[in-house]
């Protein structure tokens, strides 16, 4: 293997001794060298889709938790490239998109706006270009859910460590810090990656599969073909089932009025869909309940 073709990086925990869950340190470089190898994988699509890189280990150091890593670059576009060595400025672009995301992160302890995000992407897209390894410049921008995806992975594996926990990304490019107070909610990355929302509501027939009997969590449905979750706005109706006036168990179905809210990206992708049960019509019940139902009705008379 060339050096060239090389790149070292050292993830680095400072964890406060003798406090907390000792797993959790492990536990977090874990996630961080997930995330890593995530952002590459998007990084390089920037660059073209032939790019493939892999991430070795190549020491530990236990004074504070430290992970030296080396990323390969395995493979490169199938496309005309400049001559050059290829591999080491694919190899720096993604060293300083790691560095670039990272530094973002500690600008901030929220992300609030698409246009945020977007600035991001641009920075990075410009970093793809300044490569200039392509015959023909043309370089993608990095997908937006991709993007929050990765800084998501990054934060997940950040939740571990306890407040005097401090992790670092160190390389070539420069030393950056992984910023653990930044909230990346599932509300706001919905809302970033949605261009528009679209509402229907019509009656539809939806199989139970986890009723909800204290009222403070959603349904489980099944319903075309998939489980969903849902809640039931229907108070009437949930007040004589939690007061056990209306019997119903897992394999029954509900006939009902459905509200459904689907989210669009900005290529028309779905991004999520939202369930509500506006309104219970009626309870189909399934075969065993029906059974059980007779069972119990057939052991009555037999008392009698």
Request: charged share 30%; aromatic share 6%; hydrophobic share 35%.
């Amino acid at each position: 293997m060339k050096e060239q073709d090389v790149q070292s990086l050292e993830i680095r925990i400072e964890f406060e001794r003798g406090a907390g869950d000792p797993t959790r340190i492990f536990y977090s470089m874990a996630g961080l060298i997930e995330s890593i190898q995530a952002i590459d994988k998007h990084l390089g699509a920037c660059i073209g889709v032939g790019v493939r890189t892999s991430l070795v280990l190549d020491d530990i150091e236990a004074a504070s938790l430290k992970a030296k890593l080396k990323s390969t670059i395995e493979a490169i576009p199938d496309e005309p490239l400049k001559s050059g060595d290829i591999k080491k400025l694919i190899g720096h672009y993604l060293l300083k998109g790691k560095h670039k995301i990272l530094d973002w992160c500690s600008e901030r302890n929220e992300i609030t706006s698409r246009e945020e995000v977007k600035q991001l992407e641009n920075e990075l897209q410009l970093l793809a270009e300044d490569t200039n390894i392509k015959q023909i410049p043309a370089y993608s921008s990095i997908n937006t859910a991709s993007l929050l995806s990765d800084i998501a992975e990054i934060k997940n594996a950040l939740n571990h460590l306890n407040s005097q926990d401090k992790a670092t990304l160190r390389s070539p490019e420069g030393l950056s810090r992984y910023n653990q107070m930044l909230v990346v909610s599932d509300d706001i990355v919905r809302d970033i990656v949605t261009r528009e929302t679209l509402a229907s509501t019509s009656q539809k027939i939806i199989k139970v599969k986890k009723p909800d009997y204290l009222g403070q969590s959603r349904w489980v449905f099944k319903y075309s073909g998939h489980l969903v979750e849902a809640k039931i706005s229907d108070a009437d109706w949930l007040y004589k089932f939690q007061s056990k006036n209306e019997h119903l168990q897992p394999g029954d179905s509900l006939k009902v009025l459905l509200r459904e809210e689907v989210s669009y990206g900005y290529d028309s992708e779905i991004v999520h869909t939202e369930y509500e049960v506006v309104s219970v019509l009626g309870v189909i019940y399934g075969p065993i309940h029906e059974q059980k139902t007779m069972l119990y009705k057939t052991s009555g008379s037999d008392s009698n």
